[in-house]
């Protein structure tokens, strides 16, 4: 018999035995596949772009997430510097390019930081719309093909003197309260970065950009809420 004949005999009982498993062939190739990485967008400014790092491309925090995390996961970097929460902001964040690709790279996941810059006087005049605008965004988001998981971050502190208009008082008595609020009434995943970054200054050189080290301790942060969602997830399916 030769190779051709055995190969085709081969086919043969493998299919024979994979239709009496009630699985068809192309079935069982399907799931023979590697599952395709959880694609992560992470929205936000300056600090999310990696403004306070030396090479952003390697020691920001979504960069840093991404190593964390592993080749399960794809991470994207969208941060844009200056950007606002708010639509009547000084830049408004969806008015943005950047906001038009993180929607069409189509996330599975995704953690927003923003709030920093919309603590400056000119942007916080407006502070009535910000939960209103917040949740718009959150819920453009969710209505993606991906229908992805949605994480909003309560910002980093910032400290005295204020650089370029931003209100640490803002950000520790106003915004985290009302990003905790909102989490709730939104139903989506809050992320501390307040709490692990509060005795960080000396991390934080400028008074409001982490460098390298800084951007660690947001990856690792974010990197175990989303897998403590994602194991939760795993848990509510059995």
């Known amino acids: 018999m030769n190779l ?28 023979s596949q590697p599952a395709a990485p959880l694609r992560v967008a992470c929205l936000g400014d300056s600090i999310t772009e990696g403004a306070g790092t030396r090479d952003p491309a390697t020691e920001s925090y979504p960069a840093q997430l991404a190593a964390l995390l ?42 927003i930081g923003l709030g920093t810059n919309d603590s400056k006087p000119q942007n916080w005049q407006h502070r009535e719309k910000f939960a209103a605008n917040y949740a718009s965004l959150i819920r453009q988001l969710r209505a993606l093909p991906s229908n992805p998981r949605v994480f909003i971050c309560q910002p980093m502190p910032a400290w005295p003197p204020s650089a370029w208009g931003i209100s640490p008082d803002v950000i520790e008595k ?28 000396a991390r934080t050189p400028d008074h409001v950009h982490p460098n390298a080290e800084g951007a660690a ?7 175990q809420a989303i897998r403590a969602a994602e194991q939760n997830a795993g848990r509510a399916g059995h």
Request: with cysteine; hydrophobic share 50%.
């Open 4 to 31: 051709r004949r055995i190969l085709a005999l081969f086919t043969t009982v493998a299919a024979l035995a994979l239709t009496a498993s009630g699985q068809s062939p192309a079935a069982a190739a399907a799931s």
């Open 174 to 201: 106003e915004l985290r309260p009302l990003l905790a609020d909102l989490a709730r009434n939104e139903g989506v995943g809050l992320i501390d970065l307040f709490t692990p970054m509060r005795d960080q200054h």
């Open 217 to 223: 301790i947001i990856a690792q942060t974010v990197a």
């Open 70 to 111: 592993g080749s399960g996961y794809e991470v994207r970097n969208f941060g844009k510097g200056g950007a606002t929460l708010l639509d009547v902001g000084d830049l408004p964040y969806r008015s943005l390019p950047h906001f038009a690709k993180a929607c069409a790279f189509n996330p599975d996941i995704i953690v």
